[in-house]
């Protein structure tokens, strides 16, 4: 079975960099897919009872996106870096539902915290897969 090797890189600015760059690409998705989801919400006879699920999917396949890119620039750690990278996430999009709704704790967001978190875990594996395979074809 062969093993995989971990890429060594410098330490320094680069990682704020790449986070910056991440949460940026993360909320420009983000507020491109919510656009969009308005504009089909109000231009559809939609179920309401499905806008929470789609939602949050919206968010999850954004900051699966951003993660992604998060871990194919650090090139390491990809998993526990997508985990990270989706824990702030949810902390962000959380306050800023409480502050603005006004909203109490469920189980039901507990539940979509933790389908937004397992898809900042993908996300950040495979794109440090994709950089391992990035780099190998260079070579």
Do not use: W
């Not at 179920?47 to 929470?52: A, Q, T």
């Not at 954004?62 to 702030?88: R, Y």
């Not at 999009?93 to 409480?98: A, H, Q, R």
Request: proline fraction near 1%; glycine fraction near 10%; include cysteine.
């Amino acid at each position: 079975m062969k093993q995989r090797t971990m890429l060594q890189k410098k330490q320094g600015t680069g990682f704020v960099l790449h986070a910056f760059i991440s949460t940026a690409v993360f909320c420009a998705l983000l507020c491109g897919m919510m656009a969009a989801f308005s504009v089909f919400l109000c231009n559809a006879d939609f179920p309401m009872k499905l806008v929470s699920p789609l939602a949050t999917t919206a968010a999850g396949v954004c900051l699966l996106a951003a993660s992604f890119l998060f871990g194919f620039l650090e090139k390491q750690k990809g998993l526990l870096l997508g985990i990270l990278f989706a824990t702030v996430c949810n902390l962000i999009l959380l306050g800023i539902s409480f502050f603005s709704n006004g909203m109490t704790l469920n189980v039901v967001m507990l539940y979509k915290a933790a389908a937004v978190l397992c898809f900042g875990a993908v996300g950040g594996y495979l794109g440090m897969l994709a950089a391992e395979h990035a780099s190998k074809l260079k070579s």
